[in-house]
């Protein structure tokens, strides 16, 4: 079983391995692990629009074997995360 904090750590780690900084913006736990959101850090400081990232697929560390999942954006979050529970049950 995978803790919040290997979780975090791997999220992190995924981040970094970008061209540009990267945050973490929102994260949470549901049955199935974590997830978290994510934008680049110059937006986020400066609000400057032309560094806002566009296409930032929000990712899950899953709770039991520690794997990353790179969500999609054409639906909601709980709807890809609801589709992830359903199906690691079949």
């Given at each position: 079983m995978v803790t919040y904090e290997y979780a975090l750590e791997r999220a992190k780690e995924y981040l970094s391995d970008s061209d540009i900084p990267l945050r973490i913006t929102h994260e949470g736990e549901f049955s199935g692990g974590w997830y978290f959101c994510f934008e680049s850090e110059e937006y986020l400081d400066t609000g400057n629009p032309s560094a806002q990232l566009a296409g930032n697929c929000p990712f899950l560390?899953?709770?039991?074997?520690?794997?990353?999942?790179?969500?999609?954006?054409?639906?909601?979050?709980?709807?890809?995360?609801?589709?992830?529970?359903?199906?690691?049950?079949?």
């Open positions: 560390i899953d709770k039991k074997t520690g794997e990353l999942h790179v969500l999609g954006t054409a639906k909601p979050l709980k709807d890809y995360l609801d589709d992830y529970v359903r199906e690691s049950i079949n």
